[in-house]
Structure formats: C-alpha cells, structure tokens
C-alpha cells in the first residue's frame, strides 16, 4: 500500500503532527516537576521532527522540548520550522512559554504556525513586537 501523499509546504497535518508529539511526551524525563512535554514540527523540506523536556536534578539545568526540537532540526539536517504544536502528559495541546517562543522564532521566523487551545496563530500574534537575528548588526 502506498502511503498519502506528504502535506504541500503550506499545509500540515495537524493529526499526526499532534500524535508525534503525543509520542516524544511518553519519552520526557520529567521526574522531578511530573510534567511530560512532547512537541512535534514540520520543516519546511517536509520532515517531522520532535523534541520532549528532559529535567535534571538541578532542576536549572533542564531542557525543554523545544530545545530537543531544535536540537533534532539541526542534527538532522537544518532548515525553518513551519507548523509547530505542542503537547502535556494527558496529550492536551500546551502553548510554549515565553522564553521557548523566542527559541522558535529563531528557527521559523515570525509565519510558523502554531496550534493552540484556541485554534491556529503565528509566532507573530503569539510573540508580538518579538526581536531577532535581523535586530543585530
């Protein structure tokens, strides 16, 4: 059997970029907080790619997912991120704090789109007025 044909660059499939997240989640090591995070993103040469939060004992030296995320981008080859969503342990859909919106402008830029609780959003309505590498000399 054939699989479907991979979304075009401006689409996503919401459903499967949410189960890969669903998915990275079961493999957080969050024993300290019990918060599992799975996050899943398409890149814009059309792979998925995923990230989950990893915490260690000294509690500031945790990773988020989204640094797994950009991690994996990187490893595996670079490109923009392009549709991002975001998952806790029961698989409800999170939106990334602060400080990992910034992260993720770094690598889609203001036009990622993200799933939230309330439906579909830029990075640019989620992190208004945001600075980045074009603000640097």
Not at 121 to 129: G, I, K, N
């Amino acid at each position: 059997m054939t699989p479907p044909p991979a979304p075009a660059f401006g689409e996503a499939d919401w459903d499967a970029l949410r189960e890969a997240a669903r998915d990275a989640m079961s493999r957080a090591y969050a024993p300290y907080s019990g918060f599992p995070v799975g996050v899943a993103a398409r890149v814009d040469d059309g792979r998925t790619i995923t990230g989950c939060n990893v915490e260690n004992a000294s509690y500031g030296l945790s990773l988020c997912a989204e640094c797994g995320l950009v991690s994996t981008l990187h490893a595996t080859g670079g490109g923009r991120l392009t549709h991002f969503t975001c998952v806790d342990g029961t698989g409800a859909i999170l939106v990334p704090c602060g400080r990992c919106r910034q992260l993720l402008y770094e690598f889609g830029g203001p036009e990622l789109l993200l799933e939230t609780p309330d439906g579909l959003r830029t990075l640019d309505a989620m992190l208004p007025q945001s600075f980045g590498p074009q603000h640097l000399g």
